[in-house]
């Protein structure tokens, strides 16, 4: 069973993160520059209060006729954040981020820290790595015992 400190393991932990004050325009910038499709947004104790992803941006800066140079980050993040620790399952991760609609996941260690973040992309490959790995199995335990 794959769980999420495997990923982690596997894709690292760096988690991209910005401040609730800064600009739309400033966040926009980062994900562009790193690839990625949200931020982690912490106060200044580093405490997770937000995620600020692409869709937030689409429906509430465009969609609404804001400004991105103008408006903060805090003004359009989503505050109710759904997070996970390193024992989590991937199917865990999985159930939860289809049941929400999200596509990130905040990884924090059990003091409240944030340690990484899973993406539904880091989770179905996980999953289906997993059971690339069940079936080789299965197949090598098959061949072999009806040699």
């Known amino acids: 069973m794959i769980i999420v400190k495997d990923i982690l393991d596997q894709k690292g932990r760096k988690a991209w993160t910005i401040g ?9 910038e980062l994900m562009a520059k790193k690839g990625i499709g949200a931020l982690i947004v912490v106060d200044p104790g580093g405490k997770v209060i937000g995620v600020m992803s692409e869709r937030d941006y689409a429906r509430k800066i465009v969609l609404m006729g804001r400004h991105s140079q103008d408006t903060p980050v805090k003004d359009i993040m989503t505050r109710e954040v759904y997070g996970v620790r390193d024992e989590t399952t991937a199917e865990e991760c999985m159930a939860l981020m289809t049941d929400k609609h999200i596509r990130h996941l905040p990884v924090c260690e059990k ?9 539904i992309g ?16 299965l197949e090598n335990y098959i061949m072999g015992k009806y040699q």
């Open 20 to 28: 609730p004050e800064a600009r739309v325009l400033e966040a926009l």
């Open 111 to 119: 003091d409240g820290q944030l340690a990484g973040v899973v993406s």
């Open 122 to 137: 880091d989770v179905v490959k996980a999953v289906i790595t997993d059971q690339k790995i069940k079936i080789e199995n």
